[in-house]
């Protein structure tokens, strides 16, 4: 059973792109510089060595059946999150094993890592500490909306199970969540979590 990359792949690492030339010769030493160049990842080795903390969170699998000329297929589906303090980044993977698919989403979260922009936004507690939120942030993906509110030191994170779950890895400690939608569909949440979460990068505040 070796499908599974090894959790860090950039041992006998070749990078492909220049970037990753960069990233292994250590003349880029963080994701930062990568993004506000407006570059994309497009190796998962180079998240490897710039976030060597990162870790992986299975949100969940499932079977999916569809029907094909030759009759019907099922191929299982894994939605994987990994993160470290401050980054974020979410996959999905679609193959006949588990194992497969779990691989094919960590590759696809590795490309899709981002910063977490942190703060402490609740007027509860103003202590100026990255352990919520520096403001309220929504996001969508299909029917699904969620709201995300800074809390005060202590309250942890208040939400359901695949909320927790992001922003515990990304290192907020203390957050109000709500979920609209048709909340039973993981990959929606999931998406629209990793929006808010994005977009928050952008937004621009009166204290910036
Ligand atoms: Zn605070």
Redesign the pocket.
Known sequence: MSERPRQTSEAGWSPRTKIGKLVQEGKITSLEEILKQGKRILEPEIIDVLLPKLQERVLGISLVQKQTDAGERSRFKAVVAIGEEGYIGLGLGKANQVRTAISKAVVQAKLSVIPVRRG?G?WE?????P??LPFKIEGKCGSVSVEMHPG??GLGLVGGEVVKTILGVTGIRDCWTRTFGSTNTLTSIACAIYNALRDSNTMTTATD
Do not use: I
């Open positions: 402490c609740s507690c103003r202590c100026n500490l352990h919520s005060p030191r």
